[in-house]
């Protein structure tokens, strides 16, 4: 436990739980974080072409297929009476939550098409930087009367502006989108997403001028913001996650709230973006493939035989003529 205290003078002081901790899904990305487990099958065709194979979803390895985990959110909790994460109009705290990999659904979603969502992970919800789930923070002096969280309102997170509950977001999408895109806008979004992603790995935040550093953020997403939708939901979704943590700006230690809100943001941006630098790989292994199949069948040289047989035979007939 650690107090919070006042910068102008008070009836009372807080106390609040500031163990920063983070879900699976979504932690620092570091050497042994974890990832995201893109797969997307493909079938070849009688010319040996490789195809997207119709959509199954392999089995979900975070839930086993069950569909649900233990609720990220409260899970570390001592005086959450509901969770937004796991809570159901029956049961305002189940414990259980539809699992942040699949949503719930027990198999991988068509990372083709979306991915778990850039600003939550999953979850539905982002962590409340003020009382880590717990609601509100306990008064000194008060016994068992507890102040409501000034960040959260009393919920105990905040909703997802992005995915909106959904807690799936749309792919990156090139022209043509990922399934059809050409090998040049691939290699183009690979770049795009491997410079973003190595800014992002190197940002560190001190929150001591929040606006300076949304700045920096707006900057290193500009090129990506092009060809995926999400990531331009989740600059103004930073925005405001920063103006909720400001809620807590009459409290010593204010710096260190903004720059963890940022940091952890971050993290699920990370997390959201290696996933979709995976799928294009694979698209852009797919693509390959196919173009080297189109060039043998072209003789090896990039040329139809039957073309250059006609065009051949074009010749010599006009040289019969002449002579």
């Given at each position: ?24 899904a979504?932690s ?6 974890p ?49 937004a994460?796991?809570g ?20 991988l ?53 992005i ?9 990156v ?20 997403l ?31 913001t ?21 809620r ?7 710096e260190e ?60 007939t ?6």
């Amino acid at each position: 436990m650690m107090r919070f205290l006042l910068r102008r003078p008070a009836a009372f002081a807080l106390l609040a739980v500031v163990t920063f901790f983070f879900t699976q899904a979504a932690s620092a990305q570091k050497g042994d974080d974890p990832k995201v487990p893109v797969e997307r099958k493909v079938v070849t065709d009688d010319a040996g072409m490789q195809q997207w194979a119709p959509f199954e979803g392999a089995a979900c390895p975070m839930c086993r297929t069950t569909k649900t985990i233990e609720c990220g959110t409260c899970k570390d909790t001592e005086h959450a009476e509901s969770c937004a994460e796991c809570g159901t109009k029956k049961e305002p705290r189940t414990k259980r939550a539809p699992c942040r990999l699949c949503a719930g659904d027990g198999k991988l979603p068509d990372f083709l098409v979306e991915a778990p969502c850039i600003g939550c992970t999953g979850a539905g919800v982002f962590p409340c930087i003020g009382c880590r789930g717990e609601q509100g923070y306990p008064v000194e002096g008060g016994g068992k009367k507890r102040q409501k969280c000034a960040v959260c309102r009393g919920v105990g997170s905040i909703a997802c502006t992005i995915c909106k509950g959904t807690r799936r977001c749309e792919a990156v999408s090139p022209k043509k989108g990922l399934a059809d895109a050409s090998l040049k806008d691939l290699e183009a979004t690979q770049k795009v997403l491997e410079t973003l992603m190595s800014e992002l790995q190197a940002m560190q935040f001190s929150g001591v001028k929040p606006r300076d550093e949304l700045k920096k953020y707006d900057a290193a997403f500009k090129d990506v913001t092009k060809i995926c939708k999400p990531a331009k939901i989740a600059l103004t979704a930073i925005k405001d996650h920063i103006g909720l943590a400001s809620r807590m700006d009459q409290y010593i230690g204010k710096e260190e709230k903004k720059a963890k809100t940022f940091d952890l943001f971050r993290r699920y941006n990370l997390y959201y973006f290696d996933a979709q630098l995976q799928i294009v790989k694979l698209a852009i292994a797919r693509t390959k493939h196919n173009e080297t199949k189109q060039a043998e069948a072209k003789g090896g040289d990039g040329k139809d035989p039957a073309a250059t047989a006609d065009a051949q035979a074009l010749l010599t007939t006009d040289m019969a003529a002449k002579q």
